[in-house]
């Protein structure tokens, strides 16, 4: 089995930043790929940003926080992070942490961390 645990999130104004980190632990041996998603309320989950596992690292970002959000990794740690800046109301959301296995495949989820941005 694989875990997740999620950490970081919370209440900032508009403009400010936020950290989110991701440990995961267990079975993690072919792990391809762990991004973030975020579920507004009301609304479906979305794709976030995702970074690959492998020695490049490549990263995919959604449209709407492109410049504002970094992911990034630290092997040595297991961990996952989100960088949030310039946050806005709109990014109101429970963040959650996946890893996807591909072969053979296999999607996991943290528990969800809430991130509130306030006027």
């Known amino acids: 089995q694989v875990q997740l645990v999620e950490s970081g999130g919370g209440l900032v104004q508009a403009g400010g930043s936020l950290r989110l980190s991701c440990t995961v632990s267990g079975r993690i041996s072919g792990i391809n790929r762990m991004g973030w998603y975020r579920q507004p309320p009301g609304k479906q989950r979305e794709l976030v940003a995702t970074?690959?596992?492998?020695?490049?690292?490549?990263?995919d970002y959604a449209r709407s926080v492109k410049g504002r959000f970094t992911i990034t990794r630290d092997n040595a740690k297991n961990t996952v992070y989100l960088q949030m800046n310039s946050l806005k109301p709109e990014d109101t959301a429970v963040y959650y942490c996946?890893?996807?296995?591909?072969?053979?495949?296999?999607?996991?989820w943290g528990q969800g961390t809430q991130v509130t941005v306030s006027l």
């Open positions: 970074i690959t596992s492998d020695s490049g690292g490549s990263t």
């Open positions: 996946n890893a996807d296995r591909i072969f053979p495949y296999a999607s996991y």
